[in-house]
């Protein structure tokens, strides 16, 4: 008995290592870019086409992005931010923030901040690549999504000033195409078509869904669909 269980968690072992190699790979090639990006955006692109590109006093931003398996499924962290003055408040993302003179690069920014929001050790992280940065036009931040992965489940240590709810969400859930949908919302003074993740009783849209849709085109996650 003991000798199966030790195949089967070679097995299992086997096939994350599988799957690792083909995503870092990937993310070491073309990405789908914004074109995939764009799909889950706001339709017209709220400010018009200008607003698309970084201003020249855009800050940059990093975000992390990071698979862990978990009740034998693979999941990643999202974060529903608390109630505060500011453009992103009560929004559901990944955790990160702004880069600081203390982070010798973007990724370094992008672990730093997801240990403060949520008690990430940088050091358990292996960062596997990254995907198309987007700029966010509403709060002037060209935000860097980093891809990592961590052998074991993190033990979350939330900040409750930044973070109201941590959101374990698993891969299967934003590979269902019944928990995408869209709405006519008014945004900044303008009537657009918003699409979003209907995942958690939450709406993923916007910054955070445009990464999440160039993330689940990659053929290495969409290999993981259920």
């Known amino acids: 008995m003991q000798g199966a269980i030790s195949l089967m968690a070679a097995e299992e072992r086997f096939e994350v290592d599988k799957f690792i190699s083909a995503l870092q790979k ?18 017209p692109r709220t400010g018009a086409e200008r607003f698309n590109k970084p201003t020249p006093s855009a800050r940059e931003g990093g975000v992390l992005v990071l698979f862990y398996l978990h009740k034998d499924e693979l999941h990643l962290p999202l974060i529903l931010r608390s109630t505060y003055e500011g453009v992103h408040s009560g929004q559901v993302g990944f955790p ?6 203390v982070d010798d690069n973007i990724i370094a920014t992008a672990l730093r901040e997801a240990d403060e929001e949520v008690g990430i050790v940088p050091a358990s992280v292996r960062v596997l690549g990254q995907l198309t940065p ?33 959101l374990e969400t698993p891969l299967a859930d934003l590979q269902n195409d019944e ?10 003074g303008r ?3 918003v699409p979003f993740y209907d995942v958690h ?26």
């Not at 990160?96 to 003179?101: L, P, S, V, W």
């Not at 939450?202 to 849709?213: F, R």
């Open 179 to 188: 928990k995408i949908d869209e709405e006519d919302w008014e945004l900044r």
């Open 26 to 43: 990937e993310l070491a090639t073309p990405l789908p870019g914004v074109d995939a990006q764009y799909s889950m955006a706001p339709r």
């Open 201 to 226: 009783g939450q709406k993923i849209w916007g910054a955070t869904a445009m990464m999440l849709s160039e993330l689940l085109s990659l053929e290495s996650i969409r290999q993981q669909k259920k």
């Open 134 to 166: 987007v700029f966010v036009n509403a709060s002037n931040f060209v935000v860097q999504p980093v891809v990592g992965w961590v052998d074991e489940r993190p033990s979350f240590q939330i900040d409750p000033y930044e973070v109201e709810r941590l």
């Open 191 to 193: 009537s657009v078509q």
């Open 96 to 101: 990160g923030g702004g880069a600081e003179e």
